[in-house]
Nanobody, 117 residues
Framework: QVQLVESGGGLVQPGGSLRLSCTAS????????MRWYRQAPGKEREFVAH????????MYADSVKGRFTISRDNAKNTVYLQMNSLKPDDTAVYVC??????????WGQGTQVTVSS
């Protein structure tokens, strides 16, 4: 069955960096675009970044543009999110999703990112 497992979250000071990973199994990873979303306490889930099947196209939310970079390694069935210059407002549970059509159809369980001094 389809599985998406995120890792790499943690506690980081403002201005710091983290790299999140999402490892996929149960489907042909290279055939699907992938996305990262995040959900902060009391807020709705919001789009963070998108990457196409062969990484030719990427898209970012305005709030993370220039600070976050999405990438993928199809040989390792993994999508990454490099997060730099982190701010307290980036605190959230980060979730990856497999994209079908215009939105994800499967989600991982998420990894917590906390930005605090």
């Amino acid at each position: 069955q389809v599985q998406l497992v995120e890792s790499g979250g943690g506690l980081v000071q403002p201005g710091g960096s983290l790299r999140l990973s999402c490892t996929a199994s149960g489907f042909t990873f290279r055939a699907y675009a992938m996305r990262w979303y995040r959900q902060a306490p009391g807020k709705e889930r919001e789009f963070v970044a998108h990457i196409s099947t062969v990484a030719a196209n990427t898209m970012y939310a305005d709030s993370v543009k220039g600070r976050f970079t999405i990438s993928r390694d199809n040989a390792k069935n993994t999508v990454y999110l490099q997060m730099n210059s982190l701010k307290p407002d980036d605190t959230a549970v980060y979730v990856c999703g497999r994209v079908v059509g215009s939105s994800p159809d499967y989600w991982g369980q998420g990894t917590q990112v906390t930005v605090s001094s």
